[in-house]
Every structure is written in structure tokens, then in C-alpha cells.
């Protein structure tokens, strides 16, 4: 029982990574039961090998959480990929004058007048010696 234990603290987010979403919440599960009773053997004066196997287990939680949130929003960023819109978490970040800008096409579009000036007074070209 112990050595199932000591393994189970010792988790790494690349081994969870190809695991099922299933597996994942059971071995959270498993580990928020092993950080309460590793918090009740501290408030009842406990061994100090449990006292100091709280941060471990408080860090393997977080991972599988990591692992869990990641693999969730990648799923989505492939759910909407080729939709028109996404939601804002999934956009890009940028700065907002930068999302505010016009695109290219927009810069590229010339209007009537614009064209017409351009036609009839084209940029002089001159020869520097």
C-alpha cells in the first residue's frame, strides 16, 4: 500500500499526457483523498515523512489539473478552427491597437477617386546622379 503511494506523489505531466480524461479525474480524485488524510495525520501530530509528502501531493494535483485544463482548451482550439468566430480565450492575445487595425485587404482597397488620381498623376520617377 505504501508503494502504490509513493508513486502516486511522484507524478509527471508527460505520463499523463496520453492518459483519458476518465483516468485523470480518478487519480485526482485518489490524490485529494491521500492530501486529506495526509492533513489529518498533521493536525493529529503525525510522522514528519507525511508532513513533508503534503507539497508533493499538493503539486501532483496541480499537474494532473494542468493536464487536464490543457488538453480541454486544445480540444477546442481544434474545434474551432475552422469556424468564422471563436470565443475570446481562444483569439489572439496581440495588443488591442493591433487587433483593432485594419487588415491587409483593408489597407489594399482603393476607391474611385483614389484610383483616379493615381492614373492620372503617377508618382514621378526622377534620375539621381
Avoid: C
Avoid at 489594399?108 to 514621378?124: A, C, F, G, V
Amino acid at each position: 500500500r505504501n508503494l502504490s503511494r509513493d508513486k502516486m506523489a511522484k507524478v509527471k505531466a508527460k505520463d499523463l499526457r496520453g492518459k483519458k480524461k476518465e483516468d485523470l479525474l480518478k487519480q485526482l480524485d485518489e490524490l485529494k483523498n491521500e492530501l486529506q488524510t495526509l492533513r489529518v495525520a498533521k493536525v493529529t501530530g503525525g510522522a514528519a515523512a507525511k508532513l513533508a509528502k503534503i507539497y508533493t501531493v499538493r503539486k501532483s494535483v496541480a499537474r494532473v489539473l494542468t493536464v487536464i485544463n490543457q488538453t480541454q482548451k486544445d480540444n477546442l482550439r481544434k474545434f474551432y478552427r475552422k469556424k468564422a468566430f471563436k470565443p475570446k480565450d481562444l483569439r489572439q492575445k496581440k495588443t488591442r491597437a493591433m487587433r483593432r487595425a485594419l487588415t491587409k485587404h483593408e489597407l489594399s482597397i482603393k476607391s474611385k477617386r483614389e484610383q483616379r488620381k493615381n492614373r492620372l498623376y503617377p508618382t514621378r520617377k526622377y534620375a539621381v546622379k
